[in-house]
């Protein structure tokens, strides 16, 4: 992670966050408009599944991209979060729009879920932490099977909502929408509090984390209990959309792969990165399966797409494009400011170094201050 | 039911064989390469398939073929490591080597679609069917050919460790790469020949595995699962562990299977779990070593 806006000084700052504002205004109101441009189903639904998955990459990249321990296992809350609605609108009898109101339930199914299974995989670490987070992953897609209440195979059914095919739709652009702006704002959150930073010192180096006093098992814990909690509500929201679970659609090995690719693909560890990689792959994806029902078009295709972008774009769109970025602005400049304009702040120290120096020492224990890296 | 769970002990340690054939290959690549080699179960399928194909139209018999399609496997595996996995450096390097084999097995899984469909395949041989009564039990031959092929397999793995020199030099590998460098030991060419020795062995796992189950190109994602839970449950990087594993796991598999076929497979992966609450390194994993 570099430090492309650490040495810019006020004015430009200033002119250039104002800028970055009504960026984000404008952007705000296209996606708010955008289903009333593009009415037809068949369009928005390619974006309701990129809403979603940029609501689930973000709370994916939350945990997963900011403390380095790669989940392979948030399908558990996905599947979960959409099992719970499912079996609790069958057996409560609710019906119509009313079942909204059963989202909040799977988002704390999710976060119930995610407490023991957080206790038992974050004591291990790297491979072993991905390896447990498959079994756990496949423990669930059984028992999914072969539980009665969970129908078995056949999986579970949503009620009817009294929406024609365009409003419902529409209905579900929003509510998705609705999703992602939550999970953005939960990961950015994260990203700029302390808590974040300590996320962050524990993927840099956990023992050193752990002897400058972060209570590495609380923080690791509490942001896969939050990342989860937001899967499991999206898990709910999708079930609804699609309007039936089966175990293998549920919990699928495959949507693990895909979050890690959308958050590689824009960047791992930033808060935009997953966003952009959800807006490429998931549309992509979809319209690869669409066109190429033969299904092995797509396989070819999808494995090239992520050999490409291990192999040439290794860490991501983001923070490749910052390099490119700070590589103009930079040209005829030295690239590195003379050490006496530097300012002291911490802003232009990495995370790597932030758990080494003095300063940011500080900022782990309690200090304000917060690494400048891309956000 | 005495008869019945002697039977399920028996069968699990055959099948264990079977299994431990896959996962020596999966723990060598990963105790010398220091990556989760998501491509493996394909590999294994893709084992399968090539001796399908030799069965089937050459009329070779399912072991002798098998002369065939290691060599062609190893090759295989050094051109995925040249090719790919070589490449891959620096701090994201864990996820980065899970999205490349991934990819790599995507490959493998849409070429083996196109070229034989998604219609379940076995192999088949006159020793397929039959089956030897011994001690009051009856074993299938083809379990336990296979466990004797595993057998010879792991000991000449053995052999190629630890009795001789590139044995050695792979051995310092998994011990500590940085060493190994400095005292002069082509890393690169270690790691090119230990991928393409890991996916050879699964080839053998492959055929014994297609001559046991039926298989069509997705069934790879069942048997990766499995296999890393066998390496994890052994210890990373342990040959031993990954053999114990496998006769442990298959047993308790077989066992419950007993009871409840349907939920041996969930007994599987949380015997997992309860291990590794108890001993996160598995049963003969080194503590790991810090990274720096």
């Known amino acids: ?71 392979l296992g948030h399908a558990v809350f996905f599947g979960s979060g959409a099992y719970t609605v499912g079996i609790a609108a069958r057996d409560w009898h609710v019906n119509g729009v009313a079942v909204f109101a059963l989202l909040p339930l799977a988002a704390v199914v999710g976060a119930v879920i995610a ?53 419902f739709n529409d209905h579900f652009y929003y509510i998705t929408l609705g999703c992602a702006a939550v999970a953005i704002a939960v990961a950015a959150g994260v990203r700029r509090s ?31 209990v939050l990342s989860a909690t937001v899967a499991g509500l999206v898990g709910g929201v999708w079930f609804l959309y699609l309007t039936q679970v089966q175990p293998p659609s549920g919990f699928d090995p495959l949507f693990d792969l895909s979050l890690v690719l959308m958050s590689f693909l824009g960047g791992l560890g930033t808060v935009s990165g997953p966003v952009l990689g959800a807006l490429i792959v998931e549309p992509g994806q979809l319209y690869l399966t669409i066109t190429y029902t033969n299904g092995y078009v797509s396989e070819i295709l999808l494995g090239a797409l992520l050999l490409v972008v291990v192999l040439f774009v290794p860490r991501g769109l983001i923070p490749t494009a910052g390099e490119w970025i700070k590589k103009i602005q930079t040209r005829g400049r030295p690239a590195v400011s003379p050490a006496s304009q530097r300012p002291p702040a911490l802003s232009g120290l990495r995370s790597e170094e932030l758990a080494t120096s003095d300063e940011g020492r500080q900022g782990l224990k309690g200090g304000r201050r917060r690494a400048g890296e891309e956000i | 039911m005495a008869r019945q769970i002697y039977q399920a002990i028996a069968d699990g340690i055959l099948v264990g064989g079977v299994y431990a054939l896959m996962a020596v290959g999966l723990t060598l690549i990963f105790g010398v390469l ?71 097995a995507l490959i493998i899984e849409g070429i083996l679609y196109k070229v034989y469909g998604a219609d379940d395949r076995q192999l088949s041989a006159s020793y397929v069917q039959s089956s030897v009564r011994l001690f009051g039990f009856y074993l299938s031959d083809i379990y336990l050919y296979g466990f004797a092929l595993a057998v010879a397999l792991v000991v000449a793995l053995y052999a190629l460790l630890y009795r001789t020199g590139f044995g050695r030099s ?107 609450v108890i001993r996160p390194t598995g049963f003969f994993g080194r503590p790991p070593a810090r990274a720096q």
């Open chain 1, 115 to 167: 407490v023991p299974f957080g206790l038992v995989a974050l004591r291990v670490r790297r491979h072993t932490f991905i390896v447990i987070t498959i079994a756990v992953f496949f423990i669930f897609q059984l028992m999914a099977a072969n539980f009665s209440f969970t129908g078995g195979t056949s999986g579970v059914s949503a009620p009817f909502l009294p929406w024609t095919p365009v409003s």
């Open chain 1, 194 to 224: 302390r808590f974040g930073l300590q996320l962050r010192a524990i993927r840099d180096d956990e023992d050193r984390a752990r002897g400058l006093g972060v209570q590495t098992m609380r923080v690791k814990l509490t942001a896969f």
């Open chain 2, 170 to 276: 792979v051995r310092a590998t998994m011990q500590d790469e940085t060493a190994a460098r400095l005292i002069g030991i082509d890393v690169n060419r270690v790691a090119a020949v230990t991928f393409g020795v890991g996916v050879a062995v699964t080839a053998a796992g492959g055929m014994v595995y297609g001559a046991t189950n039926s298989f069509n190109p997705n069934s790879g994602y069942d048997l990766i699962s499995r296999l890393l839970a066998i390496i994890i449950l052994g210890g990373l990087g342990s040959i031993g562990g990954a053999l114990l594993a496998s006769v442990f796991m298959l047993t308790v598999e077989s066992l419950v299977d007993i009871w409840s076929p349907q939920w041996a497979i969930v007994v599987f992966y949380a015997a997992l779990v309860l291990v590794l």
């Open chain 2, 34 to 104: 220091d990556i989760i080699n998501i491509a493996q179960g394909v590999l294994v399928i893709l084992g399968a398939y090539l001796s399908y194909q030799l069965s089937v139209h050459l009329h070779l018999d399912l072991f002798l073929g098998l002369l065939i399609t290691m060599p062609v496997m190893f090759v295989i595996g050094v051109v995925i490591q040249w090719a790919f996995i070589r490449r891959l450096r620096g701090r994201e390097r864990t996820s980065m080597t899970l999205l490349v084999s991934y990819a790599v």
């Open chain 1, 1 to 71: 992670m570099g430090t492309v806006m650490g040495t810019v000084t006020g004015g430009a700052t200033g002119r250039r966050r104002g800028l970055a504002g009504l960026a984000l205004v404008l952007l705000a109101l296209a996606t708010v408009a955008f289903p009333l441009v593009f009415s037809s189903p068949v369009v928005t639904n390619y974006a309701i599944y990129a809403l979603i998955f940029v609501a689930v990459g973000s709370a994916w990249n939350m945990f997963s991209g900011f403390s380095g321990y790669i989940s």
